[in-house]
């Protein structure tokens, strides 16, 4: 079990973990979140076709 030696004073925001880095300092980063996470969204291109040349038809008599 972890001994708390002293308060700092460090004003905590949500979403980051504060921690002691191999220096001594105070760090924070960003906790990061279970579940999915989030989708890249790819946006398909759209191919227009090209119109396909009719063949010219023979005239009935």
């Given at each position: 079990?972890?001994q708390?030696?002293?308060?700092?004073?460090?004003?905590?925001?949500?979403?980051?973990?504060?921690?002691?880095?191999?220096?001594?300092?105070?760090?924070?980063?960003?906790?990061?979140?279970?579940?999915?996470?989030?989708?890249?969204?790819?946006?398909?291109?759209?191919?227009?076709?090209?119109?396909?040349?009719?063949?010219?038809?023979?005239?009935?008599?």
């Open positions: 079990m972890a708390k030696v002293s308060k700092v004073g460090v004003k905590k925001e949500s979403g980051y973990l504060y921690f002691v880095d191999k220096d001594g300092d105070i760090s924070r980063a960003k906790m990061a979140r279970g579940g999915r996470g989030k989708k890249k969204v790819v946006k398909k291109k759209v191919v227009k076709k090209k119109a396909a040349k009719k063949k010219a038809s023979k005239k009935r008599r």
